[in-house]
């Protein structure tokens, strides 16, 4: 069984902006007036314990074209059982979709995700957790300080723009990494309240993961930190499990 939590990260198209006389000097443009800079996807499977086996991995305008990233993506999608994005309905899919059809890329499982109808297949944890906009709809960075859990680590949405124009896409790149770890745990957290403790095994999972995937996984190791539980106790010791020694 293997899930993927999707996010992208955009810039203004110059063109399609000038054709809607929108100046993104002015602020966000709509999601149609976007190009892609990169996906990031984390990949997770259970094993034969019901463990999660974890990958990340990003395609990005450094090295690649908008339509290999967005081919890149729909293969992925094609193997897999579900997709999780935050506001994912509401901006990453509709970009993507978008650009496919610029670029003509055919992407059928891009477009079951886009589709509302195929909810068993795309969860938007925005729209899970405010009840389709029930509740106010708060910004991941909101969600994931409610629970502990890191986020926005090294930089804003708003510093995306100015790090492509500097052509630094590295750090873009990692920023797009934590956000699909952040939405992962958010995800994992929310559901437990319909299994106490799933949350909290569910990081630790993710931690002995990036700590046994240095240095490559570096820029995610503040999720390494230990949450603290209500009631005591705490998700994951690294000196415990053996991976670090003080």
Not at 38 to 44: H, Q
Not at 91 to 96: A, E, N, R
Not at 191 to 208: D, F, K, N, V, Y
Request: a negative charge.
């Amino acid at each position: 069984m293997t899930i993927i939590v999707l996010d992208i990260e955009t810039i203004a198209d110059p063109a399609a902006c000038e054709r809607a006389a929108v100046d993104p000097a002015d602020g966000f443009p709509a999601w149609p007036l976007h190009q892609l800079l990169c996906v990031s996807l984390l990949t997770v499977d259970r094993d034969r314990d019901q463990r999660h086996r974890l990958e990340v991995e990003t395609f990005s305008r450094s090295a690649m074209s908008e339509r290999a990233i967005v081919a890149e993506v729909e293969r992925r999608l094609e193997k897999c059982r579900g997709v999780i994005t935050y506001n994912g309905r509401g901006f990453d899919i509709p970009v993507l979709l978008a650009r496919a059809a610029l670029t003509g890329e055919y992407v059928p499982s891009l477009l079951r995700a886009g589709n509302r109808a195929n909810a068993g297949f795309h969860t938007d944890l925005m729209d899970e957790i405010t009840s389709y906009g029930a509740a106010v709809r708060p910004r991941l960075v909101d969600v994931c300080a409610g629970f502990g859990i890191p986020a926005k680590l090294d930089i804003a949405g708003s510093s995306v723009a100015a790090l492509a124009a500097q052509g630094d896409y590295g750090r873009i790149e990692r920023y797009c990494e934590s956000d699909v770890v952040s939405t992962w745990l958010a995800a994992q957290m929310w559901r437990s309240t319909q299994a106490p403790g799933l949350g909290i095994e569910h990081w630790r999972e993710l931690a002995g993961w990036i700590f046994s995937n240095q240095p490559r996984l570096a820029h995610l190791l503040p999720y390494v930190p230990a949450p603290t539980v209500p009631g005591g106790g705490s998700a994951f010791d690294p000196c415990a499990a053996g991976l670090i020694d003080l």
